[in-house]
């Protein structure tokens, strides 16, 4: 009964590196989101995807790519990461886009702390 | 976008009803009201979401404004494990719309 998983929980690059956060969901869920958390904030969403092979920008996408591998899976990466994306960055899922006949239940993952130094 | 307004913090005593209050003024009339919660060092967990009625759950209830301007989150005891940064969130249903989480109400309950 894993949900969505998350991986790495932790890591810290230095400006310039990058890499990808890996993001899977077991839950058989059409949508998947990308959501960042500063300390002492809200959630901001970086990049969505309302089904496979589709993927929408966010309120904050920038310095970030997406790929919707498969319906499960759903990746972030910085190309190029800089001191401001220190951050806990969260996967989440649901069964559609948009709220109406199904709750629109957002499924989130356990975060992944991201440091650049 | 519709947005939310929530008190930045509230206190309450443990095994005492909470009513946490959300303002949403601008709503239209196809936002779905949904409330989250995130416990420290975890992701946010779905606490309950409604439309016009009032609905609720085996975690809450929640009570919505006539007008749907306002709804108010009801922990009908509550127990150290329900300290949180509780949410309040407009789901659109009509759109693309995605879900904007502001900064939350921080709950803090003494024993």
């Known amino acids: 009964n894993a949900g969505v998983t998350q991986t790495p929980k932790f890591q810290v690059l230095k400006t310039g590196q990058s890499m990808t956060l890996q993001c899977a969901q077991d839950?058989?869920?059409?949508?998947m989101y990308w959501y960042r958390q500063d300390p002492g904030m809200g959630l901001r969403l970086i990049y969505y995807s309302a089904s496979e092979g589709t993927t929408d920008k966010g309120e904050v996408p920038n310095g970030y790519n997406v790929s919707r591998l498969n319906k499960r899976e759903f990746s972030l990466r910085l190309e190029s990461a800089a001191p401001s994306q220190t951050s806990v960055y969260f996967c989440?899922?649901?069964?559609?886009?948009?709220?109406?006949?199904?709750?629109?239940?957002?499924?989130f993952g356990e975060g992944s702390r991201l440091t650049v130094l | 976008d519709a947005k939310t307004t929530q008190p930045n913090s509230m206190e309450s005593n443990e095994e005492e009803p909470v009513h946490l209050p959300c303002n949403h003024s601008?709503?239209?009339?196809?936002?779905?009201i949904h409330w989250y919660r995130q416990l420290p060092s975890q992701g946010p967990e779905y606490v309950i979401h409604?439309?016009?009625s009032n609905v609720n759950n085996r975690m809450a209830s929640l009570a919505i404004a006539e007008d749907r301007k306002s709804s108010t989150l009801i922990l009908h005891r509550a127990t150290l494990r329900d300290a949180a940064v509780y949410y309040c969130i407009l789901r659109a249903s009509g759109s693309a719309r995605q879900l904007t989480f502001g900064s939350g109400t921080q709950l803090t309950v003494l024993p």
């Open positions: 409604g439309l016009t």
């Open positions: 989440a899922s649901s069964e559609a886009l948009l709220a109406g006949q199904l709750s629109g239940e957002l499924f």
């Open positions: 839950m058989n869920h059409n949508s």
């Open positions: 601008t709503i239209s009339g196809t936002d779905y």
